[in-house]
């Protein structure tokens, strides 16, 4: 009796009962390895590029001196004529704790920021920022980008948040 097995043109011959068992290999499948190139070696940190920074700010991965910002995370909702203060908050790392200055664009014809030069000021958690829709101010549904940039260190963080501007 002939057991096909697992590998390629293997088979077990049981004919002579379980104790002689032996294998044979079909002649085409086996191949002699002729030689064996060693793989080069390579060392990540001497073929690394060298990273730049750009205006004292450091690269990615330094969180201890980072921050990142809040939004709203439900749709905020601003009547024609009316105004909206929105919350933007800050979470710092562990060594950050300058001057946040908020920057806000995206926002459609008719829709103004209010706050004059909104900032996040050392040791605050959050800023608010006042939207105000004209009379005539698109309607719709919209999305605000909100900016957070420093004036000497961490990355600078982005967020958006979704508004709708409704009718009087």
Same mark, same amino acid.
Do not use: H, W, Y
């Given at each position: 009796?002939?057991?096909?097995?697992?590998?390629?043109?293997?088979?077990?011959?049981?004919?002579?009962?379980?104790?002689?068992?032996?294998?044979?290999?079909?002649?085409?499948?086996?191949?002699?390895?002729?030689?064996?190139?060693?793989?080069?070696?390579?060392?990540?940190?001497?073929?690394?590029?060298?990273? @730049?920074? #750009? +205006?004292? !700010?450091?690269?990615?991965?330094? /969180?201890?001196? $980072?921050?990142?910002?809040?939004? %709203?995370?439900? *749709?905020?909702?601003?009547?024609?004529?009316?105004?909206?203060?929105?919350?933007?908050?800050?979470?710092?790392?562990?060594?950050?704790? @300058?001057? #946040? +200055?908020? !920057?806000?664009?995206?926002?459609? /014809?008719?829709? $103004?920021?209010?706050?004059?030069? %909104?900032?996040? *000021?050392?040791?605050?958690?959050?800023?608010?920022?006042?939207?105000?829709?004209?009379?005539?101010?698109?309607?719709?549904?919209?999305?605000?980008? #909100?900016?957070?940039?420093?004036?000497?260190?961490? /990355?600078?963080?982005?967020?958006?948040?979704?508004?709708?501007?409704?009718?009087?």
């Amino acid at each position: 009796m002939l057991t096909l097995l697992g590998a390629v043109g293997c088979t077990q011959d049981t004919s002579e009962g379980p104790e002689a068992t032996t294998l044979a290999a079909r002649e085409q499948s086996v191949k002699p390895v002729e030689s064996v190139k060693p793989v080069e070696s390579v060392n990540p940190v001497e073929s690394a590029k060298p990273v @730049e920074r #750009v +205006a004292n !700010k450091p690269i990615a991965g330094e /969180a201890e001196s $980072t921050f990142s910002l809040t939004v %709203p995370f439900e *749709t905020v909702t601003l009547t024609q004529g009316g105004e909206q203060p929105v919350l933007i908050g800050i979470n710092r790392g562990e060594n950050f704790g @300058e001057q #946040v +200055a908020i !920057k806000v664009s995206g926002l459609p /014809a008719g829709v $103004t920021l209010e706050t004059a030069d %909104p900032a996040i *000021t050392p040791g605050s958690a959050n800023v608010t920022l006042v939207l105000k829709a004209a009379d005539d101010a698109a309607l719709g549904d919209f999305t605000a980008k #909100v900016t957070g940039e420093t004036a000497s260190s961490g /990355a600078d963080s982005s967020k958006e948040f979704k508004f709708t501007v409704t009718q009087k």
